[in-house]
C-alpha cells in the first residue's frame, strides 16, 4: 500500500460534475493498493496515518495529529501510485491491485480510519 498524504483547509471529489465528497481542515489522503497488500496492511497504515504529527500546533509547527485536531479525512483510490517507469515511456500498473482485490482493502482501510479518528471518513468514488 502507499499513500501521499496532503494537508488541506478544505478538499472535495467531484465526479461526473456531482459532488460526492466534501471535507474542512484535516488530510487528503491518495491510496494505491498493491496486490500484495494485506487487510493487515490496510489497518496498519490507517492507524499510522491517525498518529503522524503532521498537523500544526498553536506554535505553527507540526506536532498534532488528525486526531489531536479533530480533524476530517478525505481518502481517493490512485492505482498510478504503483505505475512502473523505469523502463520505457509507457507506465506499468502490473503491481496495482485488480478492483476485484482493490475495493475491500479500500473500504477496510477506509473502516479501520474512521473507528480510529471516531468519525466518518469521506471518500471518492473508487475507479472514477
Same mark, same amino acid.
Given at each position: 500500500?502507499?499513500? %501521499?498524504?496532503?494537508? %488541506? !483547509?478544505?478538499?472535495?471529489? %467531484?465526479? &461526473?460534475?456531482? @459532488?460526492?465528497?466534501?471535507?474542512?481542515?484535516?488530510?487528503? %489522503? *491518495? +491510496?494505491? =493498493?498493491?496486490?500484495? $497488500? /494485506?487487510?493487515? $496492511?490496510?489497518?496498519?497504515?490507517?492507524?499510522?496515518?491517525?498518529?503522524?504529527?503532521? +498537523?500544526?500546533?498553536? &506554535?505553527?509547527?507540526?506536532?498534532?495529529?488528525?486526531? $489531536?485536531?479533530?480533524? $476530517?479525512?478525505?481518502?481517493?483510490?490512485?492505482? /498510478?501510485?504503483?505505475?512502473? /517507469? @523505469?523502463?520505457?515511456?509507457?507506465? !506499468?500498473? =502490473?503491481?496495482?491491485?485488480?478492483?476485484?482485490?482493490?475495493?475491500?482493502?479500500?473500504?477496510?482501510?477506509?473502516?479501520? *480510519?474512521?473507528?480510529?479518528?471516531?468519525?466518518?471518513?469521506?471518500?471518492?468514488?473508487?475507479?472514477?
Amino acid at each position: 500500500m502507499r499513500a %501521499v498524504i496532503q494537508r %488541506v !483547509s478544505e478538499a472535495s471529489v %467531484v465526479v &461526473e460534475d456531482e @459532488k460526492v465528497a466534501n471535507i474542512q481542515q484535516g488530510l487528503l %489522503v *491518495l +491510496l494505491g =493498493i498493491e496486490i500484495e $497488500d /494485506t487487510k493487515e $496492511d490496510a489497518d496498519w497504515l490507517a492507524n499510522k496515518i491517525s498518529a503522524l504529527r503532521i +498537523l500544526s500546533d498553536s &506554535e505553527g509547527k507540526m506536532n498534532n495529529s488528525i486526531l $489531536d485536531v479533530d480533524g $476530517d479525512v478525505i481518502v481517493v483510490s490512485q492505482f /498510478t501510485l504503483h505505475a512502473k /517507469t @523505469k523502463k520505457g515511456n509507457r507506465p !506499468s500498473y =502490473i503491481k496495482s491491485a485488480r478492483p476485484e482485490q482493490a475495493i475491500p482493502l479500500y473500504d477496510q482501510f477506509k473502516k479501520e *480510519l474512521s473507528e480510529v479518528i471516531g468519525k466518518q471518513v469521506q471518500s471518492g468514488e473508487f475507479g472514477a
